[in-house]
Nanobody, 111 residues
Framework: QVQLVESGGGLVQAGGSLRLSCAAS????????MDWYRQPPGGQREWVAR???????SYADSVQGRFTISVDNAENTMYLQMDSLKPEDTGVYYC?????WGPGTEVTVSS
C-alpha cells in the first residue's frame, strides 16, 4: 500500500513558476511509473505528466516544454516544476502511484 501527499500549490501570476511535491511512503518497490494529473475548476481530471522507474518522462501537449517531472529516490518524493504558468493551468493537482491518489494541492494562476 502507498500513501501520497502533495504540497507546493498556491497563487501565482501568469508567467510565474511553482514546484509541486508528492511525498510517498509505503510499498514503493512495486511502483513502475508515477503520474501527475490536474482537475480544472468545473472540469474533468486530466493527465499532465509521467515518469517511469527507468526515468523516462512524457507530458501532455498542453504542458510540454513548460513543466518538468522528476523524482528524488532518497527523499521518496516526486516533483513537478511548472514554469511559464498560464491561467489555464489553474486547478487541483494530484499525484498518482499504482492505484493510489493523493488528496491534491490547489494551483491558481492569475492573469
Amino acid at each position: 500500500q502507498v500513501q501520497l501527499v502533495e504540497s507546493g500549490g498556491g497563487l501565482v501570476q501568469a508567467g510565474g513558476s511553482l514546484r509541486l511535491s508528492c511525498a510517498a511512503s509505503g510499498d514503493l518497490f512495486r511502483v513502475l511509473r508515477m503520474d501527475w494529473y490536474r482537475q480544472p475548476p468545473g472540469g474533468q481530471r486530466e493527465w499532465v505528466a509521467r515518469i517511469t522507474a527507468g526515468r523516462s518522462t512524457s507530458y501532455a501537449d498542453s504542458v510540454q516544454g513548460r513543466f518538468t517531472i522528476s523524482v528524488d529516490n532518497a527523499e521518496n518524493t516526486m516533483y513537478l516544476q511548472m514554469d511559464s504558468l498560464k491561467p489555464e493551468d489553474t486547478g487541483v493537482y494530484y499525484c498518482k502511484m499504482l492505484n493510489t491518489w493523493g488528496p491534491g494541492t490547489e494551483v491558481t494562476v492569475s492573469s
